[in-house]
T-cell receptor, first 111, second 114 residues
Framework: SQQGEEDPQALSIQEGENATMNCSYK?????LQWYRQNSGRGLVHLIL?????REKHSGRLRVTLDTSKKSSSLLITASRAADTASYFC???????????FGKGTSLLVTP | DTAVSQTPKYLVTQMGNDKSIKCEQN?????MYWYKQDSKKFLKIMFS???????INETVPNRFSPKSPDKAHLNLHINSLELGDSAVYFC?????????????FGPGTRLTVT
């Protein structure tokens, strides 16, 4: 299935540092989405990048997409303790109607 | 104002019982989804409805039956619960059907089957 895989599985950094998470997928896509999940909560949409875009910014978030390598990265700059969460990339399911999520990167930001 | 709400938040029940989870969205979206998240945080699509019509029915045991009385509600009924059904179930909605649309998730229902 068209399931993204995030790397690393877990990441621990200190406040103020940058955090980079990667996502790889297997087949061609029209777009890729990133979501955040705080502990015990539902997922929250962060950013959508289309296949014809190479980079997109939203506040402290920067997402890149390399369709030739079938990979995307999420960079969080100047991280804060509140950024502690799991981050998931999502691509289209085979039906095109739903999203397939990866297993996520668990980010811990310590003060 | 809660965009996507689910009830109950926690559900503890015994094997063999039948239970329901309810979901409501006040965003005016056409499409709603049910996802299952296992203990390793893997999130898998189960069902999707677009304007009350079923459009996705993944490989899910037929003990699971979704029902959409109107496009703002999508409920999930589970018969003969099994230990393996223990998970967090998320409802989500999007403006229209398709992976190009941002999905809004509910807070989840943690189901524990004993």
């Amino acid at each position: 299935s068209q399931q993204g895989e995030e790397d690393p599985q877990a990441l621990s950094i200190q406040e103020g540092e940058n955090a980079t998470m990667n996502c790889s997928y297997k087949t061609s896509i029209n777009n890729l989405q990133w979501y955040r999940q705080n502990s015990g909560r539902g997922l929250v949409h962060l950013i959508l990048i289309r296949s014809n875009e190479r980079e997109k910014h939203s506040g402290r978030l920067r997402v890149t997409l390399d369709t030739s390598k079938k990979s995307s990265s999420l960079l969080i700059t100047a991280s804060r303790a509140a950024d502690t969460a799991s981050y998931f990339c999502a691509t289209s399911s085979n039906s095109g109607y739903a999203l397939n999520f990866g297993k996520g990167t668990s980010l811990l930001v310590t003060p | 104002d809660t965009a996507v709400s689910q009830t109950p938040k926690y559900l503890v029940t015994q094997m063999g019982n039948d239970k329901s989870i309810k979901c409501e969205q006040n965003l005016g979206h056409d499409t709603m989804y049910w996802y299952k998240q296992d203990s390793k945080k893997f999130l898998k699509i189960m069902f999707s409805y677009n304007n009350k019509e079923l459009i996705i029915n993944e490989t899910v045991p037929n003990r699971f039956s979704p029902k959409s009385p109107d496009k703002a509600h999508l409920n999930l009924h589970i018969n003969s619960l099994e230990l393996g059904d223990s998970a967090v179930y998320f409802c989500a909605s999007s403006q229209l059907a398709g992976a190009s649309y941002e999905q809004y998730f509910g807070p989840g229902t943690r189901l524990t089957v004993t």
